[in-house]
């Protein structure tokens, strides 16, 4: 981005604006003995041509790694966003769109608030959406929150096999609040142990699961709801970090689940250095009234034309903090608009094609790991994402690296116990070659 710096006449008519003498006048109420004295220890400044050569002297230093076939997931997936999302986004009416709450001034993003609620109810099953929340992990924890005000529990139970950072979020969030959290262990199979589950259920108020869970594993959602306990059974809520999923797999809510959380990152968002991520919650209808941040609603206005409008939000959730359902007040507007158009870019058709590509890249990848003695670490069904054992899992992708591969995730670092475990993932970007080239790299690894 080019940057055209204030002349020093530009200066002088600003400060006359505000009726300062000087720039140090703007600074005035800072105190004197916290004022920096002397200037930054920094180089000066350059001329524009001579910044614009050292920066091409240090790019041409990089390795292209955006040219890597990637394999790595683990929570952000590598999709391909078509240009027209981008093209659609960069609108001046979409950069600079008026707050939702005057409607009046504001139908056209509150439509694609509207849009993108109705599509992320229809893909988890549930019966209304949220606007959208900051990422999957804070969506996590804001669903504990709300089962903790609807049950009036104190235990929050998650299975261990949800994605580590939404567990570690999860516990930030009420860790001062006499929440207990307590996991539920996984089985060989790489599921939620249901005999562990059933023994922990009692007195909790929700069960957090991952579907596909942070291995990769296809979660028997069904089962889970159905496992019979002597009291009100928890909330049980369904946690998606890889949302391309749930257009092949049965959605949550016709399962049994209550809530559906998770990250929409996947729906027209590039895998950037950390973000940006786009967080949802949908649930059953007689939920609805605790849940966080934004809903949208349609309606008519005195004329009878369609409208829409925020709905089901109480004031104190934006003014008065400590009566807030919840202190998400805001909701990822140009994220959620990104996932809609590419919703409405790709339609239901579009959608299904991509999720078999994703399962049938996955699973041709998963067969040649094993055809070259890689084996899997669990038996239990997978989407576009899969753990395996490889000795020394831990340096394997500098190795892979070297050769032209983004590499897997090593799980030792969030489960210790799984030492050799190593978690690949395949999109519909991974090409046949380089699945062959990786399984005969890890191949001769194993």
Do not use: W
């Amino acid at each position: 981005m080019h940057y055209l710096p204030a002349s020093g006449e530009d200066v002088k008519n600003m400060l006359g604006a505000v009726g300062a003498k000087s720039v140090d006048d703007l600074f005035s109420s800072i105190p004197e003995e916290v004022k920096l004295r002397g200037p930054l220890p920094i180089p000066s400044g350059l001329a524009e041509a001579e910044v614009k050569e050292r920066f091409a002297l240090r790019a041409a230093r990089n390795t292209v790694a955006s040219c890597f076939p990637c394999f790595l997931g683990a929570g952000a997936y590598d999709h391909y966003v078509p240009a027209a999302v981008d093209a659609i986004l960069s609108r001046s009416e979409f950069y600079t769109s008026y707050t939702p709450y005057q409607p009046e001034m504001a139908q056209g993003t509150l439509q694609a608030i509207f849009e993108f609620q109705t599509m992320m109810a229809g893909l988890t099953g549930m019966d209304v959406s949220n606007a959208s929340l900051y990422d999957g992990a804070s969506a996590t924890a804001e669903a504990a929150l709300m089962a903790s005000r609807l049950r009036k529990g104190r235990k929050i139970l998650v299975a261990r096999s949800l994605h580590p950072s939404y567990r570690a979020v999860l516990r930030t969030y009420v860790k001062h609040l006499g929440l207990a959290v307590e996991e539920v262990p996984f089985g060989s199979d790489g599921r939620v142990d249901l005999s562990a589950y059933a023994k922990a259920a009692e007195g909790a108020c929700i069960f957090l699961v991952g579907q596909p869970n942070f291995f990769g594993v296809v979660e028997d959602v069904k089962a889970i709801s159905s496992v019979a306990l002597n009291s009100e059974k928890p909330i049980l809520a369904v946690a998606v970090a890889e949302t391309l999923a749930l257009a092949a797999l049965e959605p949550p809510g016709p399962q049994g689940a209550d809530l559906c959380v998770g990250d929409a990152r996947s729906f027209g968002l590039p895998v950037g250095f950390g973000g940006p991520y786009l967080g949802f919650m949908t649930a059953k209808k007689e939920l609805m009234r605790q849940m966080p941040g934004r809903i949208c609603g349609e309606t008519v206005d005195a004329d009878g034309r369609r409208g829409f409008v925020l709905t089901l939000t109480t004031r104190e959730q934006h003014i008065r903090r400590e009566k807030a359902t919840s202190n998400i007040c805001s909701n990822e507007g140009l994220c959620m608009l990104a996932a809609t158009v590419y919703l409405a870019l790709m339609g239901r058709k579009g959608l299904s094609e991509l999720a078999r590509q994703n399962l049938s890249k996955a699973h041709y990848l998963k067969g040649a790991l094993e055809a070259n003695g890689v084996k899997p670490l669990f038996g239990g069904p997978v989407f576009n994402e899969f753990a395996v054992s490889v000795k020394g899992s831990a340096k394997v992708n500098g190795k892979l690296f070297k050769k032209g591969i983004i590499g897997g995730y090593p799980l030792f670092k969030d489960y210790p116990k799984l030492k050799n475990g190593y978690l690949l993932c395949a999109t519909e970007r991974t090409a046949k070659e380089d699945c062959d080239k990786l399984a005969s790299i890890l191949g001769g690894a194993a």
